[in-house]
């Protein structure tokens, strides 16, 4: 405490102040370095993985709608030739019946 007090009535108030805030920046700048940036970037590897994981999720939603519609569409496709081989065979059976002739 003395020493602050002879350096202040040596240097003057200002410089002692000026040199006990750059302390303290260095104090806070050593602090931040040592102690928040490795649980910072620990954070940043989590939020990458998770935006990996989340990329992943969202490209297999994709192929799966995908997958999906392309059975639908099959599905229709083949609702659509049972229906025309049925409207067919009941034109042949018709046909065979003589309902269908020209007159």
């Given at each position: 405490?003395?020493?602050?007090?002879e350096g202040i009535s040596k240097?003057?108030?200002p410089?002692?102040?000026a040199c006990g805030l750059g302390y303290f920046v260095f104090y806070?700048?050593?602090w931040v370095t040592k102690e928040i940036k490795p649980v910072i970037?620990?954070?940043?590897?989590?939020v990458i993985n998770l935006?990996?994981?989340v990329r992943m999720l969202d490209n297999d939603m994709i192929r799966l709608m995908t997958k999906i519609?392309?059975?639908l569409e099959e599905e229709e496709k083949k609702d659509?030739?049972?229906i025309s081989i049925v409207v067919e065979k009941k034109i042949m059976k018709n046909d065979k019946k003589g309902v269908n002739k020209k007159v």
């Amino acid at each position: 405490m003395e020493n602050i007090i002879e350096g202040i009535s040596k240097y003057g108030f200002p410089i002692m102040a000026a040199c006990g805030l750059g302390y303290f920046v260095f104090y806070i700048w050593k602090w931040v370095t040592k102690e928040i940036k490795p649980v910072i970037d620990d954070a940043m590897q989590i939020v990458i993985n998770l935006i990996d994981k989340v990329r992943m999720l969202d490209n297999d939603m994709i192929r799966l709608m995908t997958k999906i519609n392309l059975i639908l569409e099959e599905e229709e496709k083949k609702d659509k030739e049972k229906i025309s081989i049925v409207v067919e065979k009941k034109i042949m059976k018709n046909d065979k019946k003589g309902v269908n002739k020209k007159v």
